[in-house]
């Protein structure tokens, strides 16, 4: 029998509680999942490994999730992964500014459950 691969997800997130939360919630759908607590990781993990999927929260230590977005965007190869952006910041210049980078969606932390956000990730996932 051959293994099938899973598909990667790559969730940036600097709270360690709702990180682990979210990696346990997605390993049950069966995906790969790799974590960054800060930018500069995330930037650094893009580099080499490009996942399916990028589960961005734009509030991080260093260099922040915008920035993130801007390396992706200026990036050809990793330009093409789309990036759920799942963060506090709400306002619509935020929206429309991490958009304009490329995010692919955006989600604010207090409107959506986990399984809201699995429910969104599926939905790109099958899309892929």
Do not use: C, W
């Amino acid at each position: 029998m051959s293994q099938i691969e899973l598909k990667k997800i790559f969730i940036v997130e600097d709270d360690e509680f709702l990180r682990s939360l979210t990696v346990k919630r997605l390993e049950k759908e069966n995906y790969s999942i790799a974590v960054a607590a800060d930018g500069e990781s995330a930037l650094k993990h893009l580099e080499t490994d490009h996942p399916d999927l990028v589960l961005l929260d734009l509030l991080l230590p260093g260099v922040d999730g915008f920035q993130v977005l801007e390396k992706m965007h200026g990036n050809s190869s990793l330009a093409q992964i789309p990036v759920v952006v799942f963060s506090n910041l709400g306002q619509r210049e935020d929206i429309e500014r991490a958009k304009g980078l490329g995010a692919t969606d955006f989600l604010i932390k207090a409107n959506f459950t986990l399984d809201d956000v699995v429910a969104k990730v599926n939905g790109y996932m099958n899309k892929i």
